[in-house]
């Protein structure tokens, strides 16, 4: 069974950081592209970072360049998003979600394979 869990949010200062994962389970994650959205309250979901997992490409949305990084650890399951800088505006529910043909170059694809339940993250201004 395809599975994608996302841990890692709660509350945060303005300023603060915070440190999201992502554990996959039940597929090759290096087939994959796995990418972060976010949704907060009355907006529409928006992609904040990709990776394809293949070459360790990455992009980012122009609203995090420079505070966040989505990368993974020792090729193991789990992909993470460093969240540095945060601002009120960032507080969403974050998600993780992986796509099998989608390349990670420029633009998210809001129609990935699979997607997690998504973590709350939180920032008090």
């Known amino acids: 069974e395809v599975q994608l869990v996302e841990s890692g949010g709660g509350l945060v200062q303005s300023g603060g950081s915070l440190r999201l994962s992502c554990v996959a389970s039940?597929?090759?994650?290096?087939?994959?592209?796995i990418a972060w959205f976010r949704q907060a309250p009355g907006k529409e979901r928006e992609g904040v970072s990709c990776i394809d997992s293949s070459d360790g490409s990455t992009y980012d949305a122009d609203s995090v360049k420079g505070r966040f990084t989505i990368f993974r650890a020792n090729a193991g399951n789990t992909i993470y998003l460093q969240m540095n800088s945060l601002e009120p505006e960032d507080t969403a529910v974050y998600y993780c979600a992986a796509d099998e043909h989608y390349t990670c170059s420029g633009a998210f694809h809001y129609g990935m394979d699979y997607w997690g339940k998504g973590t709350l993250v939180t920032v008090s201004s």
């Open positions: 039940g597929f090759n994650l290096d087939d994959y592209t």
